[in-house]
């Protein structure tokens, strides 16, 4: 069941764009509490990860750094 079904959901530009076909597609919303919940669009109900803005703020910092290049 999805718990989150009053927030407004953001998808990534660059959902789907992987070039296989496999149209993945991250999206992202703001909670009233202040946290981040990311999930999978074309799954729903599989669940939501929750971040703090200090945590997201740490991955989203990772990213831009290239600190993850090596698992794409």
């Not at 069941?1 to 993945?24: A, I, L, P, Q, Y």
């Not at 669940?47 to 703020?57: A, N, P």
């Amino acid at each position: 069941m999805n718990h989150f079904e009053d927030v407004e959901w953001r998808k990534s530009s660059f959902s789907g764009t992987g070039g296989n076909g496999s149209g993945n597609c991250v999206e992202i919303a703001a909670l009233s509490d202040g946290r981040i919940a990311v999930r999978n669009s074309k799954a729903p109900d599989a669940g939501t990860v929750l971040f703090t803005r200090s945590e997201m703020d740490a991955w989203i910092k990772g990213i831009k750094a290239s600190e993850f290049d090596d698992l794409t």
